[in-house]
């Protein structure tokens, strides 16, 4: 069979491609792996600082039950939502008759 010269025939082409092909998904798929762990080093000390953050926060403290201030609060605010006229007479009596109540 005589030796051919000068550009590939279709088999060589077809390999030539494959090759260059496969190693740039190879160097892909490693670049992207090492941005991956670089990413999740640099994100744990965030991450764990935030979960021991979250876990020494003291819990809030209940909201006390029957106080004076807490109701003239409730009762400017509501009296001030009727004034937008956001709540009906009806629905401003009835809430605060709850207020006064409780």
Known sequence: ?????????LLGTMARTAVISGTASAVSGRVNRRLAERDAQRQAPAYEAAQYQASAAPPPAPAPAGNG???VGQLTALADLRAQGLLTDEEFAREKARILGS
């Open 1 to 9: 069979m005589p030796q051919r010269f000068g550009r590939p025939g």
């Open 69 to 71: 201030q807490d109701r």
